[in-house]
């Protein structure tokens, strides 16, 4: 039988965030999996797709298109390894696309994003996450991680790993972001409460793309580094995407395990033994 794995990301247009943060974690997929895989890339992110290729010349798979592909060339068991942070909007059109595709192949599997709505075993995942990060950030400083936020029920595993951080003792690093809450405002009123004068700014974001670059770190005056500075408090920058830390690949590596063995299939179950 034929197997595939589509390594699937949001996608960014900055050739060197695809190369930081992105091939990193497909190359590990392809060392561990490539002799019995094939291993593919695709983006959820159309815009991103369509940019590449108008731009670079660089023609990467949708989702629809990377299913496609290997159902005419005779694939019969797919599974598909998402890299996005939680599961929003973006992993509901995965799991859309998996669901009509999924007829189609003898097995089609989706693992889950790194934050998962948690059970008893997936609260593990929360925790490995608490410590491949706080293993890396600037220690005995505050940091805030900005993350993307959405208006979506996933939202809430922002405060779930929130709250992680501060049961495990990280309680000086706070989630922010920049589209849903807790937001900038809720985090700069927080500081000030707290009297805090300097901290780290870090995001929390696979890759160091356009949100870092223009909406976190630039020197627009509404970006979050200017923000804060404006309202007295020192930045420090921590400009590393997640996809550059060894110990968050090891946690999709761990999902998409998961996926292969069957015990998460991401339409709807959680994990079973």
């Not at 709505?117 to 991680?145: G, H, T």
């Not at 990280?170 to 589209?179: K, L, R, S, Y």
């Not at 870092?212 to 590393?240: C, H, M, P, Q, Y």
């Amino acid at each position: 039988m034929k197997k595939a794995i589509i390594v699937l990301s949001f996608g960014t247009s900055y050739l060197d965030a695809l190369e930081k943060n992105i091939v990193p974690m497909e190359r590990e997929v392809e060392e561990k999996f490539g002799k019995e895989y094939k291993v593919i890339r695709a983006f959820t992110s159309h815009k991103i797709i369509k940019k590449l290729k108008k731009e670079h010349d660089i023609s990467i798979f949708t989702p629809e298109k990377a299913l496609d592909s290997l159902l005419n060339e005779g694939y019969e068991e797919v599974t598909i390894q998402p890299l996005h942070i939680i599961p929003g909007q973006e992993f509901d059109y995965i799991k859309k696309v998996a669901n009509i595709y999924k007829d189609k192949f003898n097995y089609l599997r989706v693992g889950r994003p790194l934050l998962y709505f948690q059970s008893d075993e997936v609260n593990l995942d929360y925790d490995d996450l608490v410590y491949a990060i706080s293993n890396k950030l600037p220690k005995n400083k505050w940091v805030i991680l900005a993350g993307h936020g959405t208006h979506h029920p996933g939202n809430s595993c922002y405060g779930c790993f929130q709250n992680r951080l501060r049961d495990l003792d990280n309680g000086n690093i706070i989630i922010a972001t920049i589209e849903a809450y807790p937001s900038l405002e809720n985090t700069i009123k927080y500081l000030k409460d707290r009297d805090i004068k300097s901290v780290v700014l870090a995001p929390f974001l696979l890759v160091v793309g356009d949100h870092a670059r223009k909406d976190i770190f630039s020197k627009e005056e509404d970006s979050w580094a200017s923000t804060l500075k404006r309202e007295g408090i020192e930045v420090e920058e921590f400009n590393v995407g997640l996809g550059e830390y060894k110990e968050v690949r090891n946690i999709y590596m761990k999902h998409l395990e998961d996926a292969l063995s069957g015990r998460f299939q991401g339409f709807g179950e959680n994990l079973k033994g």
